[in-house]
């Protein structure tokens, strides 16, 4: 059995509002770093769509 599939193993915190979701390319540090400055509620790295074809090895 998968421990992190059992309900027991998530952490029992309340629900939180998020207003806003920005996707940054993995390939571009200049870009992260500005999105860590952003007022974001979650920012996620796209290793997949927002990077090139030839620079998706990099971003991983």
Known sequence: MNPFLSVGALPDRPARLRRSCLAVPGSDPKMMARAAGTEADQV?????????????????
Request: a negative charge; charged letters at 40%.
């Open 44 to 60: 996620f790295l796209d290793l997949e769509d927002a990077v090139a074809p030839n620079e998706k090895k990099g971003a991983r």
